[in-house]
């Protein structure tokens, strides 16, 4: 009775196991676009040289001159990250806001 109760619980618990096989998505890929603030003109400025940058046709330049335009690329990719600002919350955080919100409400 014991080795058939522990089957069926081993079987029950089973086929509600996802199948690794069906849990693989394809995930289409995602294109990038590049934005700043909007009404910021300093943001405004760095999209329009990073997109000049992008445009740009690379195979004229030397090593050093597509070294230098990769690095200032990068720098602006950088600022334009760092001056979008805005405040990030983990979701442990976010988590205990919300039930310290439901104790004391």
């Given at each position: 009775?014991?080795k058939?109760?522990?089957?069926?619980?081993?079987?029950?618990?089973?086929?509600?196991?996802?199948i690794?096989?069906?849990?693989?998505?394809?995930?289409?890929?995602?294109?990038?676009?590049l934005?700043?603030?909007?009404?910021?003109?300093?943001?405004d400025?760095?999209?329009?040289?990073?997109l000049?940058?992008?445009?740009?046709?690379?195979?004229?330049?030397?090593?050093?001159?597509?070294?230098?335009?990769?690095?200032?690329?990068?720098?602006?990719?950088?600022?334009?990250k760092?001056?979008?600002?805005?405040?990030?919350?983990s979701?442990?955080?976010?988590?205990?806001?919300?039930?310290?919100?439901?104790?004391?409400?």
């Open positions: 009775m014991k058939i109760t522990i089957s069926l619980i081993l079987c029950g618990w089973m086929a509600f196991l996802p690794q096989s069906h849990a693989i998505t394809h995930a289409s890929p995602v294109e990038r676009t934005s700043g603030p909007v009404g910021d003109p300093e943001a400025a760095l999209v329009k040289r990073l000049e940058i992008k445009e740009m046709d690379t195979s004229t330049l030397s090593r050093s001159e597509k070294r230098a335009l990769r690095e200032e690329a990068r720098s602006i990719e950088k600022a334009l760092h001056n979008n600002g805005g405040v990030y919350i979701m442990g955080s976010a988590i205990l806001i919300i039930v310290l919100l439901i104790l004391f409400l």
